[in-house]
């Protein structure tokens, strides 16, 4: 597979490599035609036990069995370590990076995979997904596919980019800060991820509790903007909150937040907004104004809410910097120059 474009090919390349868990020589078949090497290493899978107990039927996420047998039909041999905690987690990617892993994968939803994201970063270890949750921003960004047998093949292919991430008051965050309405709205949208499938809805209706707000953002080269907007966000990757594309062009290799201000929109203009660019849908609006910058720093008149992915900051002022190729992860076959395509032009 050809080396696939990137915006910094000194710090951002994109490498396709076969590791241990595949081989072409004699072993055991693991169906599609694939022979796993009987010697080869086993990738640990940090699989969050409590993901989805609430939901039953064909909707439940797959225990343990499942996603061994769809990793072993991609050709891909696991070790799945269950974890019903945060500390244990934790505990779980250490004792594998300190084993010599170099790949660790997370089976669980945006909240996990972002966990175990943090422990990798400025590490050699790539991060892996089985995208088990509702929204799952993450695998959206990086084109890995929600269908576990996908996004076993994209594990099987293991296809490494190197991503960005950005910092948010000390907060590291993989997806967006915003502050405002923004910040108000997620705190709602987020529930989606627990069950809660009226959540958008939600967040449309808590929109309409405020007002556009005065803020004064400062960016590189001392360039400073006012403005009176209902909301900002710093954007490291397009996807917030319930997939809410609110930076389509954002790119995770170029070492800049794309800084969107929402400004100049009705309430009602602003709902329907929000509504036309949820679950990874893109939609243009003239209301929404962007400046690119790798540290951005936002005061409000008075303290308004802000956020960075699920992580409430309290208020302003919010101090985003960027952190450019800090993280290794496994993309899908579609993920080219920073991104993934786009799922909906409309």
């Known amino acids: 597979m050809p080396e696939a474009k990137g915006a910094q090919p000194a710090r951002h390349s994109m490498r396709d490599r076969t590791h241990g868990a595949l081989s072409t020589g004699e072993g055991t078949r ?21 993901a989805g107990q609430k939901k039953r039927g064909p909707i439940a996420p797959p225990g343990p069995d499942q ?33 010599g ?54 594990l099987a292919a293991r296809r490494e980019a190197t991503i960005d991430v950005g910092v948010a008051n000390g907060e590291i965050f993989f997806e967006a800060a915003s502050v405002g309405i923004q910040a108000a709205v997620f705190r709602h949208a987020q529930q989606f991820e627990n069950g809660d499938w009226g959540s958008p ?10 007002n556009p707000m005065r803020m004064e953002l400062l960016l590189d080269d001392d360039l400073r903007v006012a403005t009176r907007a209902l909301m900002v966000t710093v954007s490291n990757a397009p996807y917030a909150g319930v997939g809410m594309t609110v930076a389509p062009d954002a790119r995770l290799n170029d070492g800049k937040f794309d800084v969107r201000i929402f400004s100049h929109f009705s309430k009602w203009e602003l709902a329907r907004h929000l509504a036309s660019i949820a679950f990874g849908r893109r939609r243009h609006s003239p209301h929404v104004t962007t400046q690119r910058s790798a540290n951005v720093t936002i005061v409000g008149k008075r303290p308004l809410p802000c956020r960075a992915d699920s992580h409430d900051l309290g208020t302003t002022p919010l101090e985003c910097r960027m952190k450019p190729a800090s993280l290794k992860v496994i993309v899908g076959p579609d993920y080219v120059d920073g991104r993934a395509p786009a799922e909906d032009k409309s």
């Open 201 to 210: 809805f939600k967040a449309v209706l808590e929109a309409f509790r405020y």
């Open 30 to 50: 693991a169906g599609r035609g694939i022979v796993i090497s009987a010697d080869a290493r086993p990738v640990p899978v940090i699989w969050n036990a409590t």
């Open 67 to 99: 996603l061994k047998e769809a990793l072993a039909a991609a050709g891909v041999i696991a070790r799945i370590i269950p974890t019903d905690s945060e500390e244990d987690a934790h505990s779980a990617v250490e004792h594998a990076i300190a084993g």
């Open 101 to 154: 892993e170099k790949l660790i994968v997370g089976a669980g939803g945006d909240g996990t995979i972002g966990a175990i994201g943090k422990q990798l970063l400025g590490t050699d270890v790539a991060l892996g997904l089985l995208p088990l949750g509702s929204v799952m921003n993450i695998a959206r960004m990086l084109a890995v596919p929600r269908e576990l047998d996908q996004a076993a093949a994209v």
